[in-house]
């Protein structure tokens, strides 16, 4: 496996879900594999009684550790990311995320929420070892719009933000070439003339 989304909202659909689900389908574009985590799929009790046996439990802590690059998706709820997201990554070893690249993302009511990010988020994930941590997305409600057919739709701002963080992380993270500007030349290629 290469890519791991894990989806940290309560519930679902969710405005959060749909940002990960853009950048999951960003990463398929580019041939990516791709492996999903809902958090809110496993098992309340065992979550919350940190049951490291229990064999959901042992395929989420697997996935996370056989993934190369992960993207994480949360809302924010009173300035800090999800708790079912806490509780999963209380699970996770010191070491869990060490040489992995992680792209976070986040949803809010509005803008005032963004830092959260950057003084919640990102501090646990580099606790966790992660080799780079990408800048983070965050999106308000008003950027990601609910259609008549109960799905949502990203605004076109947004969807710039995702198109930049998604070539990011496919080229820093899973060593892809980039889908713009010039082809990397290898040195053996370079012709000086005088």
């Given at each position: 496996m290469s890519v791991l989304l894990i989806a940290g909202s309560p519930s679902t659909p969710s405005r959060s879900t749909a940002l990960l689900d853009a950048v999951g389908e960003r990463l398929a574009r580019r041939h990516a594999r791709i492996e999903r985590l809902a958090i809110r799929e496993l098992p309340a009790q065992a979550l919350l009684l940190a049951d490291w046996n229990h064999p959901a439990i042992v395929n989420a802590i697997a996935k996370v550790a056989e993934a190369?690059?992960?993207?994480?998706?949360?809302?924010?709820?009173?300035?800090?990311?999800?708790?079912?997201?806490?509780?999963?990554?209380?699970?996770?070893?010191?070491?869990?995320?060490?040489?992995?690249?992680?792209?976070?993302?986040?949803?809010?009511?509005?803008?005032?929420?963004?830092?959260a990010l950057d003084y919640a988020l990102r501090p646990v994930l580099q606790s966790l070892a992660a080799r780079h941590i990408l800048p983070g997305v965050y999106a308000s409600e008003s950027q990601i719009a609910l259609t008549p057919e109960n799905a949502y739709q990203v605004h076109p701002d947004l969807a710039e933000r995702l198109n930049e963080a998604t070539e990011v992380l496919a080229t820093e993270g899973l060593k892809l070439p980039a889908t713009h500007g010039f082809e990397p030349v290898p040195f053996s290629r370079v012709r000086c003339s005088v």
């Open positions: 190369r690059v992960v993207v994480v998706a949360t809302p924010v709820y009173k300035a800090a990311y999800s708790g079912v997201l806490k509780v999963f990554l209380d699970l996770l070893s010191q070491n869990a995320l060490k040489g992995k690249t992680v792209l976070p993302l986040a949803t809010g009511g509005s803008p005032h929420h963004m830092l």
